[in-house]
């Protein structure tokens, strides 16, 4: 009787490591997401430091583009404003998209400014806006992967069956967006 006893304490606590296991993992992949997701919003908080200085330069040349300057600041500012958590992401994801073309629109009218292209303030500004485009994008391949691995843990079972019960959900994904995605004519550019 007490080798059956034995048995059955056995299988009780390898079942619940195993139980602990599952929960375990959701929390780290579900931390992981949001630790990700921390980081894009710490790059997009660099970008969104360093759009007031690159208008404050661009607007000493570009009085035409003033409206243009205008949208930026008011996505700037409403990106700002919103909390950094999982419940605003999809809006964070939107106003980010709408910020990069925009400032995209101010980079391309820049070009056509010879005085801008060549003020030294202005030539490091845009390296320094580049260089935070390439660490956003890194950031969001990190948040993706983490994304991936928390839909996954979700989606699949058995740890599907815990988050329903923690109420652990996925999260979206950071897209490129559509003006992203078309193919570039290099034509447009040797104008």
């Not at 990069?100 to 202005?122: F, G, R």
């Amino acid at each position: 009787m007490s080798f059956i006893f034995g048995i059955a304490v056995f299988a009780a606590i390898v079942l619940c490591i195993w139980i602990y296991g599952i929960y375990a993992g959701l929390i780290k992949k579900k931390n992981k997401a949001q630790e990700a997701f921390a980081s894009i919003d710490v790059q997009l908080k660099k970008r969104y430091d360093l759009i007031p200085n690159i208008l404050a330069i661009a607007q000493k040349y570009m009085e035409h583009e003033r409206s243009l300057m205008e949208e930026v600041t008011k996505l700037r500012v409403q990106a700002l404003d919103i909390q950094t958590d999982y419940a605003n992401i999809d809006r964070k994801i939107a106003l980010d998209t709408q910020i990069a073309q925009k400032m995209e629109q101010l980079m391309v009218s820049v070009e056509n400014y010879p005085q801008i292209k060549a003020d030294q303030t202005m030539i490091q500004a845009m390296q320094t806006y580049n260089e935070v485009e390439e660490h956003i994008s890194a950031a969001r391949r990190f948040y993706n992967s983490a994304a991936n691995e928390l839909k996954n843990a979700v989606e699949i079972f058995p740890s599907s069956l815990f988050a329903r019960m923690l109420n652990i959900k996925s999260v979206d994904f950071f897209k490129a967006a559509e003006h992203e995605k078309k193919p570039v004519n290099a034509a447009d550019f040797l104008k």
